[in-house]
């Protein structure tokens, strides 16, 4: 299937259901509370398909799913019979008003919690957190760390994945100070390790090589997969399944040695050694030149892998019973949620920059992936976009539901409403940051794939 179609179908799937899920909490505590609903909306833009239900509510799917809509009975937005001004939303006091707002993003929230559940019930697979060779002057060197060995635990909270030790490093980057790991050396014994962050930038496109914390590799030539139309490995003549042994006598025994020594040789005329369904081939490769901030790399256009059987001893497996799976996932949620408001605040600090802002085409092309990888990953990805949903909804911005909240909350402070002047200033505030962020967005998108 081709790739354009996993991107989209995953879009589309994923933003569907959690904008759907999100307005569903909007739309049932307003019901609940006894606010009459107009119209539940999923998607923008002129519906091509509506219809009403007998309570009288009018249900819609536009064309447009990167957003949705609830239209509640307001007075501010049309005449309202006087028999339903009970039911009107603005009629309604400060904690009711303040309920239905919240709903929305609580409900991201809960989702992620029924998503995480899942995840924990079918089982996390992923490879032990076995590590590569620290790079000299990193932490993992300073820190003593060795290729091979195995970390165990941070902070007495036991590590069974790659995927669990990446989470805990970028919370304990965001802490600071010394990370306590419990690491199984080369001789099988454990020993405690304190990992200095005071030079590690928090910015997650620097961490993990100011960290020099890398997945092991097992010593195997790489494979080539994936080659780019009229980049340099395909021009060379080199095929998919091709073996490369070694790039001007340098032996290439994984495919991060074949990534480093690429990106360090922009434009050169390189001599590879290969092999091809057991015959040894040689092509001459001329490696292309990428600049990226400034920064000149070399690359050869094709992806890598090495034997799937080589990672066998490596693989784990994280799963838990349906009772155990319940506070588990209560707790990764709140976790991630904290994280990803942690890394606003460094955003908005510059400690984080502003390149790590995703837009459609970025989350499309995650959702792609993760859904090709298979049910776990996808649902994974669903879990994380549905409480980045719930946190960014709670910012105190105008026009999002925290900002809603915030002029409520002023609102009850002053015993008064608001008045229509005040209210109209916020949401040309809010409207120019939404902006601005949708603007950046769409940047950061273009700007990867140029």
């Known amino acids: 299937m081709p790739e354009i179609v996993w991107q989209v179908g995953g879009f589309i799937?994923?933003?569907?259901?959690?904008?759907?899920f999100h307005e569903l909490g909007h739309y049932w505590v307003a019901r609940r509370l006894g606010v009459k609903v107009l119209r539940f909306s999923l998607g923008w833009g002129k519906p091509f398909k509506t219809f009403r239900a007998r309570d009288g509510v009018e249900w819609s799917i536009a064309p447009y799913p990167i957003g949705g809509y609830v239209k509640l009975l307001d007075e501010r937005e049309g005449p309202v019979p006087a028999h339903e001004r009970h039911m009107a939303f603005n009629n309604?006091?400060?904690?009711?008003?303040?309920?239905?707002?919240?709903?929305?993003?609580?409900?991201?929230?809960?989702l992620a919690i029924a998503l995480?559940?899942?995840?924990?019930?079918?089982?996390?697979?992923?490879?032990?957190?076995?590590?590569g060779e620290p790079p000299a002057g990193s932490a993992a060197a300073s820190a003593g760390l060795k290729a091979g060995e195995q970390i165990l635990s941070i902070k007495d909270e036991t590590i069974d994945t790659w995927a669990e030790l990446s989470t805990d490093l970028i919370e304990g980057s965001l802490d600071g100070g010394r990370l306590e790991l419990t690491v199984k050396g080369l001789d099988g014994l454990p020993r405690e390790v304190h990992l200095d962050l005071a030079r590690v930038r928090v910015?997650?496109?620097?961490?993990?090589?100011?960290?020099?914390?890398v997945p092991y590799e097992?010593?195997?030539?790489p494979v080539l997969t994936q080659l780019e139309a009229g980049m340099p490995a395909e021009v060379a003549g080199l095929r998919e399944g091709d073996r490369l042994i070694s790039i001007d006598g340098e032996t290439?025994?994984?495919?991060?040695?074949?990534?480093?020594?690429?990106?360090?040789?922009?434009?050169?005329?390189?001599?590879?050694?290969?092999?091809?369904?057991?015959?040894?081939?040689?092509?001459?490769?001329?490696?292309?030149?990428?600049?990226?901030?400034g920064q000149v790399t070399g690359r050869l256009g094709a992806g890598l892998a090495t034997p799937p059987d080589l990672w066998q001893d490596l693989r784990a497996e994280r799963r838990l019973n349906a009772l155990d799976a319940v506070p588990a996932a209560v707790a990764q949620t709140w976790r991630m949620s904290w994280?990803?408001?942690?890394m606003l605040g460094r955003m908005v600090t510059g400690d984080v920059s502003v390149k790590n802002v995703s837009g459609p085409i970025s989350i499309a092309q995650v959702a792609g992936d993760s859904a090709q990888i298979g049910l776990v990953s996808f649902l994974s990805f669903m879990a994380i976009v549905s409480i980045s949903l719930g946190v960014l909804n709670l910012l105190p911005v105008p026009m999002l539901d925290g900002g809603h909240l915030l002029l409520c909350a002023i609102e009850g402070v002053k015993g008064r409403p608001l008045s229509e002047r005040f209210v109209a200033a916020s949401q040309y505030i809010?409207?120019?940051?939404?902006?601005?962020?949708?603007?950046?967005?769409?940047?950061?998108?273009?700007m990867r794939l140029i």
């Open 203 to 213: 910015d997650p496109e620097f961490l993990f090589d100011d960290l020099g914390l």
């Open 252 to 293: 290439m025994t994984s495919p991060r040695a074949l990534v480093q020594f690429v990106r360090k040789h922009p434009g050169a005329i390189v001599k590879v050694q290969a092999e091809r369904n057991g015959t040894p081939i040689e092509r001459t490769v001329v490696l292309a030149r990428v600049e990226n901030d």
């Open 92 to 110: 309604q006091s400060v904690p009711v008003r303040m309920a239905i707002l919240a709903a929305g993003p609580i409900f991201n929230f809960m």
């Open 430 to 446: 809010g409207f120019a940051f939404i902006g601005t962020l949708m603007v950046l967005a769409f940047y950061n998108d273009i």
């Open 218 to 221: 097992p010593k195997a030539p």
């Open 13 to 20: 799937v994923a933003i569907s259901v959690l904008v759907c």
């Open 339 to 342: 994280m990803t408001l942690r």
């Open 116 to 131: 995480y559940w899942a995840i924990f019930v079918v089982g996390v697979q992923g490879i032990k957190p076995v590590i």
